[in-house]
């Protein structure tokens, strides 16, 4: 029996990291084709029934996945963050939901016909829009990063709040139906919400603790986490249920804000670990919705699912933003994505169970409307966020852009030539009067570390996907495409040649799991390229046509020029692989004055 499941875990696995392949190639959101792709494997060809596969492991599986995916969307959250944006989340994490609340609830039982109990739990859980359909939608988006701070901050918080809502009219519910008290209740429950958060707040202390006196060696630091977490999570909720994700919220905020050495490396595994859950339980959830689920559903269910998107989003988003600094364009943006995900539809059904359990049957209902909420926010959100983002001026448009970090002649002419051809670049060092030529050029610069914290929060880099390291030092060029390849991909962070002796070539090498890719084909230095334009070369430019085409423009030179970019279209290429060019395609190359023939 552990052979099948075995396989089973590992095709889901493979299925997830495919989809998200196949995503990221076409240019669509990711939590789209998860869903389709957990619809065909579930109800549509039942090769995967999760709960007669998965048994009595399956909810606590997901609870799990769950707990780590808001950990780590814990880890992103960073209070300097909240310099520019303080006012707007507070708004996002305290008003709006209520007022969601409160106007879910009555969509819920004046359109979906729920009992009122239902209707207010069930008010509660859609208040929720989590980091696992949040993430991926921004990354298609490529949002500005004021409302991208919004949404994604918006999205971490409230998922545990929602989830306490829940919880919140569960235990009224079942104290009615015993004759106890609301206001020990409600005692109740915020005591062991201050517990939930003191769990994770000390588990965080202690952790960073731990680290920074070097009590644990770095290759147990990710695994020590991982456990601190889980402890976390499941202690909490032996306190009470569902307060473990607060917990852990908690807990990664902590650790994530605590400016630990170690933190990029925990937030990569994490990352890495996310995007596997993500991806396997959302197609893991989706497969247990059945059809006779989908036939419960009525006209007044296909109204409720409307309110929820026209009205309930819009008017709690821009009633707790009015009177605040946010721009209209950014509330009407925040107003209408709020795609629901792996909580919304975990909480659903744990609650829908237990309403069943205690005579209510309209709990069953919320496993199908959960459902619903989920497809059509992830299909009309995840397909209209980029085009609505860019109608209202606030997504990255045009190409991604190239980060240069080193200030020389030639490197700014490289900037300038990229800014005629409309490609976002920004130069950078840490030597102000190296910057003058950029800064006199009108060119986007940066004075300062390019590897501290300040660049990263002073300088908005969401337009930027490609990085050449170009400094006169060959391991501060290898330590900063190494620190940024994470980030901009192995393959778009690019470095000049490694100066070389002489006398032991071998031990002047930089290692091959560290750095970029080479610039040129010839392994050319800063100093060599230097040298070059010394002589009288510079950046030059050439745009092939139907009648001038690379065999045209080698002929025009005694040897083949060194090439250093590409661009097609909105497409730049950089590296040694720039693929041969064709019509209206313009390359930026090394050259003397007299061989441009740019147009």
């Not at 139906?177 to 994770?200: D, M, P, Q, R």
């Not at 569902?242 to 990352?271: P, Q, W």
């Not at 709690?316 to 709020?338: C, P, Q, T, Y």
Request: proline letters at 5%; hydrophobic letters at 50%.
């Amino acid at each position: 029996m552990a052979a099948p499941i075995a396989l089973m875990i590992a095709s889901l696995i493979l299925a997830g990291v495919g989809a998200q392949w196949f995503a990221w190639r076409a240019g669509v959101p990711a939590i789209v084709l998860l869903s389709a792709l957990g619809l065909i494997l579930g109800p549509g060809t039942g090769l995967l029934d999760p709960v007669a596969d998965f048994g009595p492991l399956l909810q606590p599986l997901v609870a799990v996945a769950v707990a780590v995916i808001l950990f780590e969307g814990g880890l992103a959250l960073d209070f300097r963050e909240l310099r520019h944006s303080v006012s707007g989340i507070l708004r996002l994490t305290t008003i709006a939901p209520l007022l969601a609340w409160l106007l879910g609830a009555f969509a819920a039982h004046y359109l979906a016909g729920l009992s009122w109990p239902v209707a207010a739990l069930f008010g509660g859980i859609m208040i929720v829009t989590g980091p696992t359909v949040i993430a991926p939608l921004l990354r298609h988006a490529r949002l500005a990063k004021h409302p991208s701070t919004l949404l994604k901050w918006e999205g971490i918080v409230n998922d545990p709040i929602g989830a306490l809502f829940a919880v919140l009219v569960y235990e009224i519910i079942v104290a009615t139906e015993h004759g106890n008290g609301l206001s020990g209740v409600i005692g109740h429950l915020a005591f062991n919400i201050l517990v939930a958060i003191a769990i994770g707040l000390i588990a965080g202390i202690c952790t960073a603790q731990v680290f920074r006196r070097g009590w644990i060696p770095e290759f147990l630091k990710a695994p020590l986490v991982l456990g601190v977490l889980l402890t976390c999570f499941a202690g909490a909720n032996i306190v009470q249920e569902e307060t473990g994700l607060l917990a852990v919220t908690v807990l990664g905020l902590v650790i994530g804000n605590a400016h630990l050495m170690a933190i990029d490396e925990i937030r990569r595994f994490k990352e890495t670990l996310t995007v596997i859950l993500v991806s396997s339980v959302f197609i893991i959830l989706t497969a247990t919705l059945k059809w006779s689920m989908v036939e419960e559903l009525t006209l007044g269910h296909g109204l409720f699912v409307a309110a929820m998107l026209l009205i309930v989003r819009p008017v709690s988003i821009i009633g707790a933003l009015s009177f605040s600094k946010i721009e209209w364009r950014e509330r009407l943006l925040v107003g209408w994505i709020a795609p629901r995900g792996i909580v919304a539809v975990a909480v659903s059904g744990l609650f829908g169970a237990e309403l069943v359990h205690l005579g209510y049957a309209d709990g069953a209902l919320l496993i199908p409307l959960a459902f619903a909420m989920v497809f059509s926010t992830v299909v009309l959100h995840g397909f209209s966020i980029r085009p609505m983002a860019r109608y209202l001026d606030l997504a990255v448009n045009g190409p991604p852009g190239v980060l240069i970090v080193g200030a020389h002649q030639w490197t700014i002419d490289l900037a300038t030539r990229l800014d005629e051809l409309d490609i976002p670049v920004v130069v950078t060092d840490s030597r102000w009067h190296a910057l003058r030529p950029a800064r006199e050029a009108g060119l986007t610069t940066f004075y300062g570390e390019v590897l501290s914290e300040v660049f990263e929060h002073h300088l908005d880099t969401s337009a930027l996907g490609k990085l050449i390291a170009a400094t006169d030092n060959d391991a501060y060029n290898t330590l900063v495409c190494t620190d940024f390849a994470p980030e901009f991909g192995r393959r778009s962070v690019f470095q000049t040649g490694i100066h070389r002796g002489s006398d032991d070539r071998s031990r002047h090498s930089a290692s091959q799991t560290l750095g970029g890719l080479p610039l040129c084909a010839k392994p050319l230095t800063t100093d060599d390229i230097r040298y070059d334009y010394r002589s009288g070369v510079s950046v030059r430019q050439t745009r092939f046509t139907d009648s001038f085409g690379w065999d045209d423009f080698i002929a025009l030179h005694d040897e083949a020029p060194t090439v250093l970019a590409m661009v097609r279209g909105n497409q730049l290429f950089l590296g040694t692989e720039i693929p041969k060019a064709k019509p209206r395609d313009v390359i930026l190359y090394l050259g003397m004055a007299e061989t441009e023939t740019a147009s």
